[in-house]
C-alpha cells in the first residue's frame, strides 16, 4: 500500500534509555558550566555570546533527541522550525521598531 | 519500529503521517510565536522602568538554577516513560509520569516561592514594566507547566486503569513533546532573563 510505504519515511529508531540518560547528563553538564561562567568577571566582555552558544546546544539537543525531531519526518521539522523563525523575526522586528538595535 | 506497525497506528493521510501529530508540531511552532512575542516584550521595556525593584533586586540565581535543573531532568524522565510503553512496560510507565510530574510540581511550587518572595520585595504586577512583563512572561509559562502536569496526571489515571495500552503509545508521545516544550522554553527564559542579569547582582 503505497500510504504505508511513505508513512514516517525519516522514521528511525529512537535513542536507548541510556542513550537519553548520556544526554540528561550532557544538558546537566552545559547548565553547570552557564551557571559558573555568569560569576567569572573576566568573562563578561564575551559572556552574552557564550551564554547564547550554550543555550541553543541545550535547546538543540532537547529538540533533536528527546523530542526525536532528527529521527522524524522533516515535515514536522519545518513546521516547527518554520515557528521558530517566525518567532525570531518578530523579536528582531520589534526589537528594531523600538529602537533597540539602531537608537 | 517498522513502518507496517506505524501505518496501523492511524488511518491512511495524505501525508503519510499521523494528524495529531502533524497538528502538535504544528501548535508548537505556533506557541513559539507567543512565547517569541513575550520575551520580545521584556526586553523591549527592559531596563526601562522608573522605579524599583529592578531585576537585580530580587533576582537569585542560585534557587532559579535549581528549578531550572529540575525541569531540565524532568525532560529525561519524560523520555523515559515514552521508552517505558513503547516496549509494553506499564510499571515504567507509571514511575516515570509520576516521576515528571512531581519534578514539574517542584518547579511550579518554585516559581509560586519566587513569585510570592518578589511580592514581599515590592515587585507587583503593576509596579513597573518589569514587573508587568517579568509576571506575565513566566505566568504564561507557569501555566504550560501546570496544564502539562494535569496531562501528566491524566494518563498516569489512565494506565492505572489499564487505559494505556502499549500500541497507543503516541499518546504519551504527544505529551511528551508538549512537555519538552515547556522545558526548551524555559532553557530560553532562563538564560535570556536570568542569567545575564547575573552580572549585575551585587
Keep these: 500500500m503505497a500510504t504505508e510505504s511513505a508513512t514516517h519515511t525519516r522514521q528511525g529508531s529512537h535513542p536507548t534509555p541510556a542513550r537519553y540518560i548520556a544526554i540528561a547528563l550532557i544538558l546537566a553538564a552545559i547548565t553547570i558550566v552557564e551557571v559558573v561562567i555568569v560569576y567569572l568577571d573576566f568573562l ?60 | 519500529m517498522s513502518q507496517l506497525s506505524h501505518a496501523a497506528e492511524h488511518p491512511p493521510t495524505t501525508t503519510g503521517l499521523d494528524h495529531r501529530k502533524m497538528v502538535m508540531w504544528a501548535f508548537l ?65 507509571r514511575i516515570w509520569l509520576a516521576a515528571t510530574a512531581l519534578l514539574g510540581a517542584i518547579f511550579i511550587g518554585g516559581q509560586y516561592f519566587e513569585f510570592i518572595t518578589f511580592y514581599h520585595n515590592g515587585l507587583g504586577l503593576t509596579t513597573n514594566l518589569f514587573g508587568t512583563t517579568f509576571y506575565v512572561l513566566t505566568g504564561f509559562h507557569g501555566a504550560h507547566v501546570t496544564f502539562g502536569i494535569i496531562i501528566l496526571l491524566s494518563f498516569l489515571v489512565m494506565s492505572f486503569r489499564g487505559r494505556v495500552a502499549p500500541e497507543q503509545h503516541l499518546n504519551i508521545e504527544l505529551a511528551g513533546l508538549y512537555w519538552h516544550f515547556v522545558d526548551v522554553v524555559w532553557i530560553v527564559i532562563f538564560t535570556v532573563i536570568y542569567l545575564v542579569e547575573a552580572p549585575n547582582i551585587v
Design chain 2, 29 to 93: 511552532g505556533s506557541d513559539c510565536l507567543f512565547f517569541g512575542s513575550l520575551i520580545a516584550t521584556y526586553l523591549l521595556y527592559k531596563g526601562k522602568s522608573l522605579v524599583g525593584p529592578y531585576p537585580a533586586d530580587v533576582f537569585n540565581i542560585p534557587y532559579t538554577s535549581v528549578s531550572a535543573f529540575v525541569l531540565l531532568m524532568s525532560s529525561l524522565t519524560m523520555v523515559l516513560a515514552l521508552a517505558a510503553i513503547q516496549r509494553g512496560d506499564q510499571r515504567g510507565l
Design chain 1, 44 to 103: 563578561n566582555p564575551v559572556l552574552l555570546p557564550l551564554l547564547a552558544v550554550l543555550s541553543i546546544a541545550k535547546f538543540a539537543m532537547v529538540v533533536m533527541f528527546f523530542m526525536h525531531l532528527k529521527f522524524d519526518d522533516r515535515l514536522f521539522s519545518v513546521l516547527f522550525v518554520g515557528g521558530l523563525l517566525l518567532a525570531t523575526g518578530v523579536l528582531v522586528a520589534l526589537m528594531t521598531l523600538f529602537g533597540v538595535f539602531f537608537a
